[in-house]
C-alpha cells in the first residue's frame, strides 16, 4: 500500500491510500482505493503533520498485510501437505532455487551454445557436457564438496538431472582440453559485457595441495603456501583484469617457484590475446630483478611492490628524509622517488639499466599495525630468550629474526639494536613501476586493487574449495581446474553486475544468501519458499529481476529467471 495524491479536476489535491495489484484478465498493473483521507489542504490547516503520521500509518498497515499474508500462505501449505507416497515420512523434498542467478550469469555468456558446439566433436561423450560442466560449477560454488559428493547431491536444485556417478569423473579429460578456447570465448564474452581493461593485469601465484605423497610430472613437493609441506601440490597463476574478474591461468608442477612462473604466462597471455602493452600487478612476492628484466624485454610494463627494508642504505635514507613528501591531512603522504635499477643478463651476461620510479608512501594506520606486529615477534623472541630450549624446536622465522645467538649455542639474547632500526620504518610502504608517465597516484590506486587476485585465491581455496585435490591423473587435474576457473568467472561477474547496479556486497555474503535460497517441494507443481532472509530479494531488484513469491508454482519459479 502507499500514500497518494491526486490532484482533481476541480485543482484541489486529495490524499489517498492505495493497493497496487496486477488486473488477471488483461496482465497489466493498476491499483484500488484502500482508503479516501481527504483533501489535503483541509487536513493541513488541521493537522500540518499529517502526510508524516499517514506516512506511518501505511507502513503499519503494510506490515499487517504481510504478516497475514504469511499466515494465509503457512494455512494454504498445511492443507497442501500430504505425506510422499512410500516414503514412510512427512518430510518433503528441499530445493535450491539460488543457483538461478549464476544460470543467470551463464546465459547471458551464452556458454550453452559454447559447449553445445564442442560436444558435437565428441560423438562418443555419452552425457549432456552443458549440463554436466553447469551442474559441476554450480556445485562447487553453493555445496563445494568430492566428485562423489556432488554425484550423491546432483538434485539439490530445481533441475532434475540424472548423471551417473562415473560421469562426474569422465567429463573431466574432456573440459581439460577446452581449457584455452574456453579462455579465449570468455575473454570475447566479458569484453562484450564489461569495461575490461588490458592495459593493466593483476598476476599472483598460489598453491593447491593433494591428501597425497605420491610425485609426478604435475604433482611434486614445494613451497606450500597452505603449510602443506608433507603433500604434493601444484602451483597456479592467475591472471585478473581490472574488475577482478579471471582472464587466464595456467597450472605448474609442484615445485616451481613464483619467479619461474611469470615468463611463461605472459608469453602465452601476449600470443592469445594479441597485446603488446600491459602493465603487470603484483606484490613483492614476485619483484625480482630477472622477473622485471623479462617483463620489460616483452615490451610490458610494472608496478610491483618494493621492499624497503631489503633496500640500500641510500635508499633508505631518501625515504626517511622528510623533503619531498606530498601530504594528504595528518595519516597519509607520498613522494617519487627516480631510480635506475641496474640488471645484469642471465643469458648474454650484459647490464641492462631500467629506469623507475620508487614511489613511497607513509599512512598512520599501516604504522600502528607495524607497531602491533613488532610487539608479538618481541614478546615470541622474549619467550625464547628465557628458555633456551625452545629455540632450536622452532622454525626459522617469527621472533627468531630479533635473536642473536653464540657459536656455543647456549648464549641467546635479543638484538635489540636491529629492533631499532627497523621502527624507523614502520609506516612506510613501497611500490617499484616502469610506467614513468603515469601520475603516483594512479599507480597507488593501480596497485591497491592487487587485493581483488588475493581474494580470488582465498574465494578458491575457501568458498570453492578448489583443495585439497581428490583427482589424480593429469587429465583429470587439469579438467577438475577448468571447471574451478570457469565456477570464479560465474561468481565475478555476478559480483561485477551486482556492482555495477550500486549493490555492494561481499562474495561471502552472495554465497550465503545463494545457498540460502531454497524452497519446499509440497506436491506435483506448489512450493514454499523458506525463510533466508532479504539479502538474495536485494539482489534480484539490483539485477531487475522478477522477485520470488511463497508459496508459488515450481514450474513458474524455473522460467521466470
Same mark, same amino acid.
Given at each position: 500500500?502507499? =500514500?497518494?495524491?491526486? #490532484?482533481?479536476?476541480? %485543482?484541489?489535491?486529495?490524499?489517498k491510500?492505495?493497493? %497496487? ?13 484502500i ?57 518433503y ?14 546465459d ?17 561423450? &555419452? ?40 560421469? +562426474? ?15 579465449k ?14 592495459? /593493466?593485469v ?36 592467475l591472471?585478473?583484469?581490472?574488475n577482478?574478474?579471471? /582472464?587466464?591461468?595456467d597450472? +605448474? ?14 608469453s ?31 615490451? +610490458? ?11 640500500s642504505?641510500?635508499?633508505? %635514507?631518501?625515504?626517511?628524509?622528510? &623533503? ?30 631500467l629506469?623507475?620510479?620508487?614511489? /613511497? ?32 624446536? &622452532? ?14 649455542? #647456549?648464549?641467546i ?13 614502520? %609506516? ?23 587485493w ?16 585439497p585435490?581428490?583427482?589424480?591423473? #593429469? ?5 577438475? +581446474? ?6 570464479l /568467472? ?15 556486497i ?26 533466508d ?21 515450481v514450474?513458474? =519459479?524455473?522460467?521466470?529467471?
Open positions: 500500500m502507499n =500514500l497518494y495524491i491526486q #490532484k482533481a479536476s476541480n %485543482g484541489y489535491q486529495y490524499v491510500i492505495i493497493q %497496487g495489484y496486477r488486473d488477471p484478465k488483461t496482465k497489466k498493473p493498476t491499483y484500488k482505493v482508503e479516501k483521507v481527504g483533501r489535503l489542504d483541509k487536513l493541513l490547516a488541521e493537522d500540518p503533520n499529517i502526510i508524516e503520521k499517514l506516512t506511518v500509518r501505511v507502513e503499519e498497515m503494510n506490515a499487517q498485510e504481510e504478516l497475514l499474508e504469511r499466515q494465509n500462505a503457512k494455512e494454504k501449505i498445511e492443507k497442501l501437505l500430504k505425506p510422499i507416497p512410500d516414503s514412510g515420512n512427512k518430510k523434498p528441499s530445493r535450491n532455487f539460488g543457483y538461478l542467478l549464476y544460470k543467470n550469469v551463464w547471458e555468456l551464452n556458454l550453452d551454445s559454447f559447449f553445445c558446439y564442442r560436444q558435437k566433436k565428441w560423438p562418443k561423450l &555419452e552425457l549432456n557436457l552443458r549440463d554436466m560442466t553447469f551442474l559441476q560449477c554450480v556445485s562447487r560454488i553453493i555445496t563445494p564438496c568430492s566428485k562423489l559428493a556432488t554425484y550423491k547431491k546432483q538434485n539439490q536444485f530445481l533441475e532434475h538431472y540424472d548423471f551417473k556417478e562415473q560421469n +562426474f569423473y569422465r567429463v573431466l579429460p574432456y573440459l581439460a582440453t577446452l581449457k584455452e578456447p574456453l579462455e570465448y570468455l575473454h570475447k564474452k566479458i569484453c562484450e559485457q564489461t569495461d575490461r581493461d588490458m592495459a /593493466v593483476f598476476y599472483d601465484v598460489t598453491t593447491y595441495y593433494f591428501e597425497s605423497v605420491t610425485e609426478d610430472a604435475l604433482k611434486g613437493f614445494g613451497f606450500s603456501k597452505d603449510n602443506k609441506v608433507n603433500l604434493v601440490q601444484v602451483v597456479m597463476g591472471l585478473i583484469d581490472n577482478g574478474i579471471p /582472464v587466464g591461468y597450472l +605448474f608442477p609442484g615445485n616451481t617457484s613464483d619467479f619461474s612462473t611469470l615468463k611463461p604466462i605472459l602465452t597471455f601476449k600470443k592469445k590475446y594479441g597485446v603488446n602493452k600491459v602493465i603487470i600487478t603484483a606484490d613483492r612476492g614476485l619483484n625480482s630483478k630477472s622477473n622485471l628484466l623479462e617483463i620489460k624485454k616483452m615490451g +610490458f610494463g610494472y608496478i610491483m611492490a618494493y621492499k624497503i627494508r631489503s633496500s642504505a641510500e635508499m633508505k %635514507g631518501k625515504v626517511l628524509d622528510p &623533503e619531498g613528501y606530498t601530504t594528504f591531512g595528518e595519516n597519509y603522504k607520498y613522494k617519487v622517488l627516480p631510480y635506475e635499477n641496474i640488471i645484469k643478463d642471465k643469458e648474454t651476461k650484459e647490464p641492462h639499466r629506469k623507475e620510479h620508487i614511489i /613511497v608512501s607513509f599512512s598512520s594506520s599501516r604504522y600502528i599495525k607495524d607497531q602491533k606486529d613488532r610487539e608479538r615477534l618481541i614478546e615470541k623472541a622474549e619467550r625464547l630468550v628465557s628458555r633456551p630450549s625452545n629455540y632450536k624446536s &622452532e622454525m626459522k622465522k617469527g621472533g627468531k629474526k630479533y635473536i642473536d645467538i653464540n657459536l656455543n649455542g #647456549k648464549d639474547q635479543i638484538n635489540w639494536e636491529k629492533i631499532k632500526k627497523e621502527q624507523l620504518l614502520d %609506516g612506510y610502504y613501497a611500490i617499484e613501476t616502469s610506467e614513468l608517465e603515469l601520475p603516483a597516484e594512479e599507480i597507488i590506486n593501480i596497485y591497491r586493487k592487487l581483488k587476485i588475493e581474494e580470488s585465491f582465498r574465494v578458491m581455496k575457501t568458498q570453492l574449495q578448489a583443495r585435490i581428490y583427482v589424480w591423473t #593429469k587429465a583429470n587435474i587439469e579438467g577438475h +581446474f577448468v571447471m574451478c576457473y570457469l565456477a /568467472v560465474l561468481q565475478r561477474m555476478l559480483e561485477y553486475k551486482l556492482d555495477r547496479a550500486n549493490l555492494k561481499t562474495t561471502d555474503e552472495i554465497i550465503a544468501a545463494v545457498t540460502a535460497a531454497n524452497i519446499t517441494i509440497v506436491d506435483d507443481d506448489n512450493y514454499m519458499r523458506l525463510e532472509g532479504d539479502t538474495f530479494d536485494k539482489m534480484l531488484e539490483a539485477l531487475k529481476l522478477p522477485q520470488i513469491p511463497s508459496p508459488g508454482k514450474n513458474r =519459479l524455473k522460467k521466470q529467471m
